[in-house]
């Protein structure tokens, strides 16, 4: 994959609103890099509800969203190195191990954020990526490691079930 719309990430992953944050893939290169993009709104659903007078920092996005967003990046870089067009109905896409977070900015409705990954190490099932988050080149967020998987989902909830 080189890029990727809006339909086509809704294709691959299995986040649907309000959930699915990216917009587009703008590059990408199996095994090594991706480049994505997210358009902040002011109507996204993290702004309901605010009052007309706003106070400092209210419309900063959310960091816990800005890291979503990169996680699902991380995921389309996972299925594309594994050379999977979506994640299957019987699989479940696993996030962890976030090390290395560095927030360094806000984001704010009209921005554009600029998400560039790199793949750092493959198995044959997850992945090892790091990156950041800019806007207009400003550095937001920078991830030093990220964990993600693909598990059969057969069984994913037998260990929290009680006895």
Request: aromatic share 4%.
């Amino acid at each position: 994959m080189t890029t990727m719309n809006f339909a086509q990430l809704r294709g691959a992953l299995p986040h649907r609103h309000p959930f699915l944050l990216l917009d587009r893939v703008t590059a990408s290169e199996a095994g090594v890099s991706l480049t994505a993009r997210k358009c902040i709104s002011g109507n996204e659903p993290c702004y309901a509800g605010l009052g007309d007078e706003l106070e400092a920092g209210a419309l900063a996005y959310p960091q816990t969203l800005l890291v979503e967003a990169f996680l699902q990046a991380a995921g389309l870089m996972l299925l594309e190195a594994l050379a999977l067009p979506r994640v299957a109905d019987d699989m479940l896409m696993l996030f962890g191990s976030l090390a290395d977070c560095v927030f360094a900015g806000d984001a704010l409705p009209g921005d554009v954020l600029e998400l560039q990954l790199s793949l750092d190490r493959l198995f044959p099932d997850s992945a090892m990526a790091s990156g950041r988050i800019c806007v207009d080149g400003r550095e937001l967020l920078r991830i030093g490691r990220v964990v993600v998987a693909l598990r059969p989902l057969a069984g994913a909830g037998a260990a929290a079930t009680p006895a």
